[in-house]
């Protein structure tokens, strides 16, 4: 059974930084790109950022590059969001998501999400 | 960026009803169409993948349709577990962009 698990969310002042953890199972994860896509009651769900299988290839959707990185440990089957510079706006729930391919296919499983606040 | 326009919003249905939920895409992205279903709490569920292709596992009153910029998904007659939130998404370009969700509702 495919199961991701978020870690590492919380609240934080804008500004600050934090590091979100995605622990994998029940699939070869070095086979699978993986993703971060964030959710709010108002915007709903936006892709944040894509890593390749291997972790050559990163990809970010504008209102994060420059400030967040994504990387992938393949011996521990976990992939990474660190986030800096956090404003007010990043303020979300943050899910984990396999690619059910390489990069540039959908998500076939999706963690439960952790939530982010960034507030004063 | 390709934008998802996604229709209606939200939408009130009988157990046994047929429904179909519309998504539109800002430009051509060549059935790199995938749908997710979401319910109150959980992660979101794959679906759909390439406009029309079931996830295994998916009940068979799930179809979805389109090209284009046009797609559709149907459920030709509503389970009492099928009422919750659904999403289309394209991955056929970065960023890669959802559509705004259509909850579903029990009338």
Not at chain 1, 33 to 38: E, I, P
Request: net charge neutral.
């Amino acid at each position: 059974e495919v199961q991701l698990l978020e870690s590492g969310g919380g609240l934080v002042q804008p500004g600050g930084s934090l590091r979100l953890s995605c622990a994998a199972s029940g699939f070869t994860f070095s086979n699978s790109a993986m993703t971060w896509v964030r959710q709010t009651p108002g915007k709903g769900l936006e892709w944040v950022s894509t890593i390749s299988n291997s972790g050559s290839r990163t990809y970010f959707a504008d209102f994060v590059k420059g400030r967040f990185t994504i990387s992938r440990d393949n011996s521990e089957n976990t992939v990474h969001l660190q986030m800096n510079s956090l404003r007010a706006e990043d303020t979300a729930v943050y899910h984990c998501a396999k690619s059910r391919l390489g990069t540039t296919s959908p998500f076939d499983y999706w963690g439960q999400g952790i939530l982010v606040t960034v507030s004063s | 960026d390709i934008q998802m326009t996604q229709s209606p919003s939200s939408l009130s249905a009988f157990v046994g009803d047929r429904v179909t939920i519309t998504c539109r895409a800002s430009q051509g992205i060549s059935n790199s169409l995938a749908w997710y279903q979401q319910k109150a709490g959980k992660a979101p569920k794959f679906l759909v993948h390439a406009a029309s292709v079931l996830e295994r596992g998916v009940p068979s009153r799930f179809s979805g349709s389109g090209s284009g910029t046009d797609y559709t998904l149907t459920i030709s007659s509503l389970e009492p577990e099928d009422f919750a939130t659904y999403y289309c998404q394209q991955y056929y370009s970065t960023p890669y962009t959802f559509g705004q969700g259509t909850k579903l509702e029990i009338k």
